[in-house]
């Protein structure tokens, strides 16, 4: 692997302890607006000091976060449909040149295996990672899901391989049960997709679950934005995969956390209005 590859893998994947809390807010390319992000720049900015890495489409980045921001990007680099349509129609959105000019230190793409456009999006993947491998990018291959499209194993398993042999360097999928056969059938590094709101308790349950079971972290999004206090769900979060705490200490966290910045609060409030 050449330096530049390694160095942004390990921008994504923190050395200190082989894991990452990547932060995904790349919803609108298909859901257009989405709750806890209508404000882009009030709700996730305050996010950013958690996260190893922040995932989001680059019209979000030029116009919601700061240049002097130290997180490292991951860009969103497939798309071309929306929630109203055939969401396996996607095809390449993002050169890697443009991703060089927003200084990411890496890209992620959609694959649909076993949806009606899976070849459209294999050979996409396949064509993004050609061009990518020349300047030392890394690809996230993220293995989508749908209606026709299992959330088990065996088909997650496949999902995975398939982007690993394509060369991707990294794997987002989903968490499920006997998920230690997924990531023991797949040679790169697998982190888990948060997936829908979950309830905070679950969530965490969840993130402990995958990382105990081999993967290297996870990309959360709406178990973070959406949460009743972002904030606190993020280094609750944050202290599973980093910390190896457990979901009930998580949790405890958590809800200590949404107590004091609730406090915190209303002292504000209470100052400001003297």
């Given at each position: 692997m050449d330096w530049g590859m390694e160095n942004r893998i390990k921008a994504i994947i923190?050395?200190?302890?082989?894991?990452?809390?990547?932060?995904a807010v790349d919803h609108g390319y298909f859901l257009g607006p989405t709750s806890g992000l209508d404000d882009f720049d009030r709700q996730i900015n305050p996010l950013l000091p958690y996260a190893d890495t922040l995932m989001l489409n680059r019209g979000a980045l030029r116009s919601g976060i700061d240049t002097g921001t130290r997180i490292p990007i991951v860009l969103r680099a497939s798309g071309g449909t929306s929630v109203l349509t055939e969401l396996s129609n996607e095809g390449i959105t993002l050169s890697i040149e443009e991703a060089i000019r927003l200084n990411a230190v890496g890209v992620a793409v959609s694959i649909f295996v076993g949806a009606p456009y899976e070849r459209q999006t294999l050979l996409g993947i396949s064509e993004l990672i050609n061009q990518a491998e020349k300047y030392g990018i890394p690809v996230i291959c993220v293995t989508a899901v749908g209606k026709e499209m299992g959330r088990d194993a065996r088909y997650l398993s496949l999902a995975s391989r398939i982007g690993a042999e394509l060369g991707a360097r990294i794997v987002k999928?989903?968490?499920?049960?006997?998920?230690?056969?997924?990531?023991?059938?797949?040679?790169?590094?697998?982190?888990?997709?948060?997936?829908?709101?979950?309830?905070?308790?679950?969530?965490?349950?969840?993130?402990?679950?995958?990382?105990?079971?081999?993967?290297?972290?996870?990309?959360?999004?709406?178990?973070?934005?959406?949460?009743?206090?972002?904030?606190?769900?993020?280094?609750?979060?944050?202290?599973?995969?980093?910390?190896?705490?457990?979901?009930?200490?998580?949790?405890?966290?958590?809800?200590?956390?949404?107590?004091?910045?609730?406090?915190?609060?209303?002292?504000?409030?209470?100052?400001?209005?003297?």
């Open positions: 923190r050395p200190e302890t082989g894991r990452t809390l990547m932060l999928t989903y968490y499920c049960e006997d998920f230690e056969k997924v990531v023991n059938t797949c040679p790169v590094p697998i982190v888990i997709a948060g997936g829908k709101k979950l309830p905070e308790k679950e969530a965490l349950e969840m993130a402990y679950a995958a990382v105990s079971d081999g993967a290297v972290g996870v990309d959360m999004g709406r178990n973070i934005f959406q949460s009743e206090d972002p904030v606190a769900m993020i280094r609750a979060v944050r202290a599973v995969v980093h910390e190896n705490a457990k979901p009930d200490k998580a949790y405890q966290l958590f809800q200590d956390l949404k107590k004091e910045r609730k406090a915190g609060g209303k002292k504000k409030k209470v100052a400001s209005s003297k």
